[in-house]
């Protein structure tokens, strides 16, 4: 048990997690495969946005380009 906050998301190396009612992460989405399935490559970041669909914030898969440009342009 990871004793998270139930809902709380986190990336553990390419993969986003999400906490369960348990109090443990586990696999949201794996960036590799979606990366994999896409043919462009996506990696793990936080988001906090909104969008038409309402407001947006957690660790999810993103392209890496905007990974790059949220974190000032590249590295």
């Known amino acids: 048990m990871d ?6 998301t986190r990336c553990s190396s390419n993969t986003a997690e ?3 009612a348990d109090g443990s992460y586990h696999e949201l989405a ?4 979606v990366s994999e399935r896409s043919g462009a490559p996506f990696v793990c ?3 906090d946005e909104t969008t038409e669909d309402g407001h947006i914030t ?3 898969c993103v392209p890496a ?3 790059d440009a949220a974190a000032g342009g590249g590295r």
Request: hydrophobic residues 25%; charged residues 25%.
């Open 3 to 8: 004793g998270c906050v139930r809902g709380a």
């Open 18 to 20: 999400i906490c369960d």
């Open 30 to 33: 794996d960036c590799d495969d």
């Open 45 to 47: 970041a936080y988001v």
């Open 58 to 60: 957690g660790h999810t």
């Open 65 to 67: 380009s905007e990974a």
